[in-house]
């Protein structure tokens, strides 16, 4: 499996929609958390954006993902920064065996 760094960036003037979508969202991490899919989630304390933390197969697989997250599907999210990481040091080392 391959580890990805997802970096969303919310769309301006989201905060009420993204409120609203907010526990499908968490309940949709959730479930990719117990899978192991995700590894770490969690917004950016300005709120502008978050980071999660993914495994998948390829960055296909991983967009295929993407596509399902509630606050995908409302429009709140203005832009996705994928990069594919390599943790070597600390507690996410090793993760992509």
Known sequence: MTVFAVE???AAN??????EVRPAHREW??????????????????GAGALLI?????????????KQDPF????V????????W????GMLAGIAA
């Open 86 to 89: 390599s943790p070597v040091t």
């Open 8 to 10: 969303y960036v919310y």
């Open 29 to 46: 991490t959730g479930r990719l958390a117990q899978d192991s899919v995700i590894v770490a989630s969690g917004p950016y304390g300005d």
């Open 77 to 84: 999210i203005a832009g996705t920064r994928i990069t594919e």
């Open 14 to 19: 989201s905060t009420e929609t993204r409120n």
């Open 72 to 75: 995908a599907q409302a429009g």
């Open 54 to 66: 993914f495994k998948a197969s390829d960055e296909a697989a991983l967009n295929s993902i993407l």
